[in-house]
């Protein structure tokens, strides 16, 4: 069950009965080119091709959207006009049978240009046009920044200099940075854009995939990239430093494409040198205090980059009783979250931290997910039991401080990857805190484990990081290698237990600590 969060965001399809909100949106965004379009073109456009019609509710408000068609660009070449490639706002020039996707348009409400909505659209367009084996993406772009700029020189020099990065125009540096490149300018292309002075750069984005069959956007990935980030451990100045190094990291791996990122296990100890506190178990509830801001910082981040987030691990301190909690804060705006069941006698005996009573099945937008704490993940009993709910990857965030501490989660995490035919992932922490009792040195190499068989790495390691130097791994997970695994695999972990003689369960839940674990 996901609790309540500021959005949820969902990509579908528009509808007809979309307009009157599609219609505010362009009405504030087109107000010096027309506003919008009439709910007869709309429903023309709809009717023509649903399937290209993408739009992001929040909600059930729809808060930006990408109009697309199929055209046989040859019948049209790259010196047509906005008018003529749509049909004057009939799209009778929609082609089913056509090899090229043109975007119409893409808008954002203006409140949510701070989330990376045209980028999602941007994709998901991506993901169609591969989908519908297309041969690619083409577009009539608007240079509204041109204005500023045209008495002094060309528009082929101003998109020269955007392109180089020396000007920022707020539309052509976007699709530059989404991976379109400028196939030619186009004169007249939109008359009434007097920003733009009428031009447009017309641009072109290459399906490298054309031939291949797809299902349409929104379907099941059959390849998970997934991020996970060895963390260093470091003096920060304030909780804003702190942040910026996050963010730091989920642009850096979101720029990948990946689908989730992972921070380790109490990744926000160095926030516990601000403060003035002399025992440790003071210190580590003091430092629970950021724990709700920073969670909600983590939301809005996989939100805006388009990312799931494994927020590690950080201390919940609710009535007067500490527990260690992780975070998955996934891109469509909701968040789940598990405690860590087997607290180690070091957080006992220094903090006073107390283990949860629930292990969670994790619904994501590429499968069934686990998440056990570090400790946890020396207990078989709960891999297996999530792996009986479909899990497919298990993540592992932990902090260790010696390389035998170390090596006790990373043989039991590839252990879990054996035994219950699923990838592991596993990360924590390097370096030092010297101010920070009972978390001043860290060990770590953090790492990708798969099953062991034919179909997978020779030592059943996909991914490997350097020991105790911070650095991030970036890894592709072929998930239909496990359903290939668990029916023709060399030997067969999960098919081949025998029930007939043993079985695992959970016995009861305690109704001591919080009612959510």
Aim: negative net charge.
């Amino acid at each position: 069950m996901s609790e309540n969060t500021e959005h949820k965001l969902i990509l579908r399809q528009l509808t007809t009965s979309d307009y009157k909100e599609v219609k505010q949106i362009m009405e504030l965004v087109y107000t010096t080119i027309g506003g919008s379009w009439t709910q007869k073109e709309f429903s023309s456009l709809l009717k023509r091709f649903p399937d290209g019609q993408l739009c992001i509710e929040d909600k059930g408000r729809v808060v930006a959207a990408a109009l697309s068609i199929i055209v046989k660009y040859s019948e049209y070449g790259d010196k047509h006009t906005y008018e003529q490639i749509t049909g004057g706002g009939k799209f009778d020039t929609h082609d089913d049978e056509g090899d090229t996707l043109y975007g119409v348009d893409v808008f954002v409400h203006p409140e949510y240009r701070n989330l990376r909505l045209g980028r999602r659209l941007y994709d998901a367009r991506k993901e169609l046009c591969e989908n519908l084996n297309l041969r690619g993406i083409i577009l009539g772009g608007r240079i509204p920044g041109y204005k500023e700029h045209s008495d002094k020189m060309t528009p082929g020099k101003y998109i020269e200099q955007v392109r180089n990065k020396e000007i920022y125009d707020p539309i052509l540096t976007f699709q530059l940075s989404n991976g379109f490149h400028v196939r030619k300018i186009i004169r007249g292309y939109m008359p009434q854009d007097k920003e733009s002075k009428a031009y447009a750069s017309l641009l072109e984005w290459i399906n490298v995939y054309y031939e291949e069959k797809e299902t349409l956007v929104g379907g099941t990935k059959r390849v998970v990239r997934i991020g996970v980030i060895q963390w260093q451990m470091r003096q920060m100045t304030s909780l804003e430093d702190f942040e910026q190094q996050v963010e730091f990291f989920v642009d850096t791996v979101s720029s990948y494409k990946a689908d989730l990122v992972m921070f380790p296990e109490f990744f926000n100890a160095p926030l516990m040198a601000l403060s003035d506190e002399k025992s440790p178990s003071a210190a580590i509830r003091k430092l629970a205090e950021y724990t709700d801001g920073i969670r909600e910082r983590l939301i809005h981040l996989a939100l805006s980059y388009n990312i799931n987030i494994i927020a590690g691990s950080m201390p919940e301190y609710i009535d007067n009783k500490l527990h260690n909690v992780s975070y998955l804060c996934r891109r469509d705006g909701t968040y789940d979250k598990q405690y860590k069941l087997h607290v180690t006698p070091d957080e006992s005996q220094y903090w006073g931290m107390r283990g949860g009573n629930k292990l969670n099945i994790f619904e994501t937008d590429f499968g069934k997910v686990g998440l056990l704490i570090c400790y946890d993940v020396e207990f078989p009993e709960l891999a297996r039991m999530l792996s009986d709910q479909d899990m497919k990857i298990l993540f592992v965030p932990y902090q260790t401080d010696t390389k035998n501490a170390y090596l006790r989660v990373r043989h039991c995490a590839q252990a879990r990857a054996i035994e219950n035919e699923c990838y592991v992932a596993i990360t924590g922490s390097v370096g030092n805190l010297p101010r920070v009792e009972n978390m001043d040195i860290q060990y770590s190499q953090s790492a990708v484990f798969s099953p062991s068989d034919v179909a997978f790495p020779h030592d059943a390691i996909i991914a490997e990081a350097t020991p105790n130097t911070e650095m991030t791994l970036i890894a592709d997970l072929d998930l239909d290698l496990l359903k290939d695994l668990n029916t023709t695999g060399s030997v067969r972990n999960l098919r081949d237990r025998r029930k007939d003689l043993y079985n695992l369960s959970w016995l009861h839940q305690k109704e001591d600590d919080l009612t959510e674990i």
